[in-house]
């Protein structure tokens, strides 16, 4: 079975500061990694997904992360945050010949500014 | 690129009633959704797999006569709660997995937040 850890439940941060958010899966196969962001009253949005290649992966607004495989780890990235990045951000998994996505238990990120 | 509608988004019903929550991709077919549920400040809990033409695939300690979910197209899902009760009270989100087009991989709905008084 697969399953999901984010490290961190709330991070409090100010403006300009870095974001990094841990991520480890546990799954025995190849997997497919997605970190999705929920703001306030919002649906999930997709971030950025890994499914193979570069292991460094860009997605959208300023967020990046690196898929290690060797820590089993998906980290979220950010140089410089807002105070619009305040939202919850999952971090989730699928193993590549599956269908199920596994989440993580989120992570609370409140910027203040 | 891919969306999934979902309605409604609020609906509040006496306890015993039955609540069906509709879920629909725009422009893309899903042969496959997924319904979760969200209790407030938690994760998504994956509720069961809704596949076209065919039974859905619940998780272990999802009662299946309690949440009944069709999905009697390529592009519709429903979930039905019957015979709510205040503990069915919960946010539900589903998810379609989309094969092209941007973005691939799933794509949610907006959710539905349910109160049962």
Known sequence: ?113 | GAVVSQHPSRVICKSGTSVKIECRSLDFQATTMFWYRQFPKQSLMLMATSNEGSKATYEQGVEKDKFLINHASLTLSTLTVTSAHPEDSSFYICSARSWTGSPYGYTFGSGTRLTVV
């Open chain 1, 1 to 113: 079975a697969q399953s999901v850890s984010q490290h961190n439940h709330h991070v409090i941060l100010s403006e300009a500061a870095s974001l990094e958010l841990g991520c480890n899966y546990s799954y025995g196969g190849t997997v497919n990694l997605f970190w999705y962001v929920q703001y306030p009253g919002q649906h999930l949005q997709l971030l950025l997904k890994y499914f193979s290649g570069d292991p460094l992966v860009k997605g959208i607004k300023g967020f990046e992360a690196e898929f290690i495989k060797s820590k089993f780890s998906f980290n979220l990235r950010k140089p410089s945050v807002q105070w619009s990045d305040t939202a919850e951000y999952f971090c989730a998994v699928n193993g590549a010949a599956g269908n199920k996505l596994t989440f993580g238990g989120g992570t609370r990120v409140l910027v203040k500014p």
